[in-house]
């Protein structure tokens, strides 16, 4: 567990954050301090560096492909599907951990889902879209259906959506935004869509204007003033990224350097991190600039990537990769070895659920701190 110091305000202890000192002029973070104690040794008070917590309540059902998001003081882990040899079944399940790791088991989805999406705005968290059933040929029974929670954990109902499976989700300023997907079983360019819906603070509904291409299966980030959209698919793989602003503006920034990094996405600092199977990540700034590095220590897919303080961490396949706000990459230790988790920040925990290797399905969850 990450040490940390209080300070005095007001007459109550308030955790310190963060902690700079002066060097040359320049303001540099405190990674770790040190006190000495009665023996003359030297003990760890405070440090903001990334570390494994270790294991919070398991999830009530096995499954991957879940969504998450945040309300409130709590992360929320909803829908996806477990696996056998008989097939995918696809679940329902809410599972929220709050600021101290305990979980609760909200009312459950308005209907099973997979291939949903998941963005929170204002005081709710969402879920739009989605199948109900599953197989390897793709998606079946659409779902229209958008479930909101709000800090209370209280779900509602929505604007309903076009019925439609693997969306994309993402947040900008005073909007949810789900963009693209499939209204068929299969994905290809006949069956795709290029809408982008936005839900407002209030769950008002609006549209913002259309994907330049529309696609299903984009990956969602947020980095300044925009929200992008990035990669997906249409009968091929695709490397167009799609940004709006907090007025819904479209702009078509720089396009990906690879059709495989859009396997997860996550934003530390001034950066919008979108990786997969490649030796560089794709990354945006907050005036869409382009620059590539080395975030992960082997390319692969079926990653889940939150941030936590000052860390994007990217987690899959029995590998967990981080980087600060320098881009600097670093490798933490991991008891998860699936992929295709969820993953979700609240309060000072990183938490990441679930997943499957093969037709195993996997119930645990595994928190960072930093």
């Not at 659409?142 to 969306?167: E, K, P």
């Not at 209030?202 to 696609?215: D, E, G, I, K, Y």
Request: hydrophobic share 40%.
């Amino acid at each position: 567990m990450a040490k940390a110091v209080y300070v005095g305000v007001d007459s109550k202890a308030r955790k310190m954050k963060k902690a700079y000192i002066g060097i040359g002029g320049t303001a540099r973070k405190v990674k770790k301090m040190y006190i000495g104690d009665s023996s003359g040794k030297a003990r760890l008070c405070y440090s903001a560096e990334l570390e494994k917590v270790g294991m919070a309540a398991a999830l009530s059902a096995a499954r991957d492909g879940m969504r998450a998001a945040t309300v409130g003081k709590y992360a929320l882990f909803a829908g996806g599907y477990g696996r056998s040899i008989f097939g995918y079944s696809v679940m329902s399940s809410v599972d929220a951990y709050n600021t101290s790791l305990t979980k609760s088991t909200p009312t459950e989805l308005s209907c099973t889902r997979c291939g949903h999406a998941a963005a929170s705005v204002g005081g709710y968290a969402l879920f739009a879209g989605g199948a109900s059933s599953y197989n390897i040929l793709g998606y079946y029974d659409l779902v229209s259906s958008v479930d909101a929670y709000d800090a209370s954990l209280t779900r509602s109902a929505a604007h309903i959506i076009g019925a439609t499976a693997a969306i994309g989700g993402a947040a900008v300023g005073n909007y949810a935004l789900f963009a693209g997907g499939t209204f068929y079983e299969q994905i290809n360019e006949d069956n795709v869509t290029s809408y982008v819906l936005a839900y407002d603070s209030s769950l008002t509904f609006t549209t913002a204007p259309w994907l330049s291409v529309a696609r299903a299966n984009v990956k969602g980030a947020s980095v300044g003033n925009y929200a992008l959209f990035a990669g997906g698919q249409t009968t091929a793989f695709c490397t167009t990224v799609d940004a709006y602003n907090a007025s819904l503006t479209r702009t078509t920034a720089t396009a990906l350097s690879s059709v495989e990094n859009n396997s997860a996405a996550a934003t530390v600092g001034n950066h919008a991190i979108f990786v997969g199977k490649t030796a560089s990540a794709d990354i945006y700034d907050a005036s869409l600039t382009k620059t590539s590095a080395a975030i992960l220590s082997t390319a692969r897919t079926g990653l889940a990537a939150t941030t936590v303080g000052d860390y994007a961490i990217f987690s899959g396949g029995g590998v967990a990769d981080f980087c600060d706000a320098s881009l600097t990459r670093s490798s933490i230790g991991t008891s998860m070895t699936g992929d295709d988790m969820g993953a979700a920040t609240i309060g000072d925990y990183a938490l990441f659920a679930g997943g499957h290797s093969g037709d195993t399905n996997y119930d645990s969850v595994e928190v960072y701190t930093a």
